[in-house]
């Protein structure tokens, strides 16, 4: 028995090594240039919020239009026009069947779980909801990371997310799938196919890369991974979480 815990014991150890290893040749470095912004300039303000399996990203609305307008991104464009009634957008990318069927961790099976990761071809979309409150206030629960980026930094977020959507008709606007799941939102058709290797949390990585942080795909794969790699090589800290009711705060 002491001989067979021991074989297990260097098998987790050899695991974990070469998964550090893994994890360090494929983690992305940070670009210097554009972000952290230099002090005293302007900046743009995003959130990336953790829904305990799903991450997604908060956008000013106003922010979102003008710099879509400016750079010529039409369908990231008729998006927010759409939610014009809203300050905040929260956007997230998945695939279509799971991210339609699973609103919550409850709704989870493993069969839907399983074809999402390891079916070929997963069709995916963004999904975009408006919000009327500050990131904390909207989730008051969720774990929520508040990031300033560059101007050019967040033009090139801004390039990355309207290239998340696909286009339809001869005008190229967003294909719109109907309702979303939670509140003002709504579903989109994606660019993309969902995998293992290409999960929501990862698509929100390739936006914070794209605006120069330093990012790890394998530690990418949950949010909990995500955000420590933020935690860890960027230095950001997590928002305070609001008080759960009946609780002292």
């Known amino acids: 028995m002491r001989a067979l815990a021991k074989r297990i014991s260097f098998g987790l150890l050899g695991f974990v090594g070469l998964l550090v290893i ?11 240039k554009l972000w952290p912004p230099v002090a005293g300039s302007l ?7 953790s829904h305990g399996y799903h991450s997604g990203v908060v956008v000013l609305r106003t922010a979102v239009a003008e710099a879509a307008e400016r750079q010529g991104r039409g369908a990231l464009l008729a998006v927010a026009q759409r939610l014009v009634n809203y300050r905040w957008l929260e956007v997230g990318w998945g695939d279509e069947g799971f991210y339609r069927s699973v609103p919550d961790v409850t709704s989870l099976t493993v069969a839907l779980a399983l074809r999402a990761l390891f079916r070929p071809g997963n069709a995916s979309v963004v999904h975009v909801v408006g919000l009327s409150s500050h990131p904390r206030a909207s989730f008051p629960y969720s774990d929520i990371i508040q990031i300033g980026l560059s101007a050019e930094g967040f033009a090139r977020m801004i390039d990355a997310l309207d290239a998340s959507f696909a286009r339809s008709g001869e005008v190229g606007l967003p294909e ?8 003002p939102s709504r579903f989109f058709r994606g660019v993309g196919s969902f995998h293992v290797f290409n999960v929501c949390n990862h698509w929100v990585a390739q936006l914070l890369s794209a605006a120069g942080l330093p990012t790890a795909p394998i530690l990418a794969t949950m949010p909990q991974g995500l955000f420590l790699d933020l935690e860890w090589r960027a230095g950001l800290v997590p928002l305070p979480r609001l008080p759960a009711p009946g609780r002292p705060s």
């Not at 900046?43 to 919020?49: F, L, Q």
């Not at 719109?176 to 509140?183: A, I």
Request: aromatic content about 4%; hydrophobic content about 40%; cysteine-free.
């Open 22 to 32: 893994a994890i360090v040749l494929t983690a992305r470095p940070g670009d210097p």
């Open 176 to 183: 719109d799938l109907g309702p979303g799941l939670y509140g």
């Open 43 to 49: 900046t743009a303000e995003i959130h990336v919020v």
